[in-house]
């Protein structure tokens, strides 16, 4: 199988266009933007000349199908509302060219899928976890992003597009190509990794109500100011984590919405996010419940009220032994000596896909570690090599 180098970094070129932040190589293309529907319009016909059959699924992930049964490639081309040029897109545009490469090789044949607001618009890798049966449509269309908009809501502005589910038995496997996000090949001078499993996550929103008042004249000592029921929680949360995690165990307040969110008025409502990921289930539950402890004694001693969202998240999942054998076996093919394997510490869609088929992830290097943000980069040598290991993987996989 030859891959086209230029033909591959020319389509991930064309796709940064749709939503350019006009800094940098930055990208603005959350979940059913216009930029994010554009995209996805251009995708399909780029599958289309591909010889793959375009499917838009009922909640907008797009599927390029190969004639019969295939193995599926992909990733998504949504991005964080500042996002880079390569998450998820890299993925998506790496596994076009290992299809068009494969069928005019007459290699194996090689689906295409950009799912559908992995980066958490509504929840944590919505498409591909609606898609996978870890969440039933109904529930999802109640999800709101933070504006109030429901999932229902916005994926009507599909709806014209939406054709059935794709059957999952059409596929042998799945593989993901994406940046690291992350500084250690970067570090290291690495060109690729093969990735061994991806941690767990959990995320949620916690709710403290307080009494909102007058900023001037209410005395510190009567106030019932929520931010500071949340200031309290942040402080002890990181003392009391500390006792049962990991050097690799992460956590995040990310985003806090303060009502009325006035420079006089003493904050009646505060509403937060809280995440956490570790590559142990029995752990990420020990620290829900010291999260949930936590919360409770603040609420009860600064006497607000306390209330959480619906909870999302994914367990942690090992990738495919044999994938992992192929992609190891390609990665050192085409970069000897500059490999590794390593965990992923970010969510992927591959983590849903695992519970349906062989799964399996390959990674290329974040200049810097950059990821989530307008500066995100990867060397396009880089790129291109990570392309050859796909298609070498591919080729041992049959």
């Known amino acids: 199988?030859?891959?086209?180098?230029?033909?591959?970094?020319?389509?991930?070129?064309?796709?940064?266009?749709?939503?350019?932040?006009?800094?940098?190589?930055?990208?603005?293309?959350?979940?059913?933007?216009?930029?994010?529907?554009?995209?996805?319009?251009?995708?399909?016909?780029?599958?289309?000349?591909?010889?793959?059959?375009?499917?838009?699924?009922?909640?907008?992930?797009?599927?390029?199908?190969?004639?019969?049964?295939?193995?599926?490639?992909?990733?998504?081309?949504?991005?964080?509302?500042?996002?880079?040029?390569?998450?998820?897109?890299?993925?998506?545009?790496?596994?076009?060219?290992?299809?068009?490469?494969?069928?005019?090789?007459?290699?194996?044949?090689?689906?295409?899928?950009?799912?559908?607001?992995?980066?958490?618009?509504?929840?944590?890798?919505?498409?591909?976890?609606?898609?996978?049966?870890?969440?039933?449509?109904?529930?999802?269309?109640?999800?709101?992003?933070?504006?109030?908009?429901?999932?229902?809501?916005?994926?009507?502005?599909?709806?014209?597009?939406?054709?059935?589910?794709?059957?999952?038995?059409?596929?042998?496997?799945?593989?993901?190509?994406?940046?690291?996000?992350?500084?250690?090949?970067?570090?290291?001078?690495?060109?690729?990794?093969?990735?061994?499993?991806?941690?767990?996550?959990r995320d949620m929103r916690i709710t403290f109500e307080g009494e909102q008042n007058h900023a001037g004249t209410t005395p510190m000592h009567r106030r019932r100011d929520a931010f500071q029921a949340l200031s309290a929680f942040n402080t002890r949360i990181n003392q009391r984590l500390r006792n049962v995690v990991t050097p690799q165990t992460v956590w995040t307040i990310g985003h806090v919405a303060l009502h009325p969110d006035a420079h006089s008025i003493v904050p009646g409502r505060a509403t937060f996010s809280m995440q956490w990921r570790d590559g142990d289930r029995d752990?990420?539950?020990?620290?829900?419940?010291?999260?949930?402890?936590?919360?409770?004694?603040?609420?009860?001693?600064?006497?607000?009220?306390?209330?959480?969202?619906q909870m999302l998240g994914l367990d942690p999942v090992l990738m495919d032994p044999h994938f992992q054998t192929a992609l190891s076996g390609a990665a050192e093919a085409a970069a000897p000596g500059r490999w590794r394997q390593m965990q992923s510490g970010a969510l992927h869609d591959a983590a849903n896909v695992a519970r349906l088929m062989p799964a399996a992830m390959l990674f290329v290097p974040s200049i810097n570690g950059i990821s989530h943000a307008y500066e995100e980069d990867t060397d396009e040598r880089d790129l291109v090599t990570g392309l050859e290991v796909l298609a070498g993987a591919v080729a041992r996989i049959g």
């Open 1 to 201: 199988m030859q891959v086209n180098a230029d033909r591959f970094l020319s389509d991930l070129h064309a796709l940064r266009q749709f939503g350019a932040a006009g800094q940098g190589k930055g990208v603005i293309r959350p979940a059913f933007s216009e930029a994010d529907i554009a995209a996805r319009l251009w995708l399909a016909e780029r599958m289309k000349d591909a010889g793959l059959v375009p499917q838009f699924d009922p909640v907008g992930s797009l599927f390029g199908l190969a004639e019969g049964q295939s193995l599926l490639m992909g990733s998504h081309s949504d991005t964080q509302p500042e996002g880079g040029w390569l998450d998820g897109a890299l993925g998506v545009i790496a596994a076009l060219e290992i299809a068009r490469a494969s069928a005019e090789a007459g290699g194996p044949a090689v689906s295409v899928v950009s799912f559908q607001d992995e980066e958490g618009r509504f929840g944590v890798t919505t498409g591909s976890t609606i898609w996978s049966g870890g969440l039933a449509l109904e529930r999802a269309d109640e999800l709101q992003d933070r504006e109030g908009t429901s999932f229902a809501e916005a994926r009507a502005s599909m709806a014209h597009l939406a054709q059935g589910f794709v059957d999952p038995k059409r596929f042998s496997g799945f593989i993901e190509c994406h940046i690291e996000q992350g500084p250690w090949l970067d570090e290291a001078g690495e060109a690729v990794a093969v990735v061994t499993d991806i941690v767990g996550i």
């Open 283 to 309: 752990r990420l539950k020990r620290m829900e419940s010291i999260i949930r402890d936590t919360a409770a004694e603040v609420a009860e001693e600064l006497s607000m009220g306390l209330s959480y969202s």
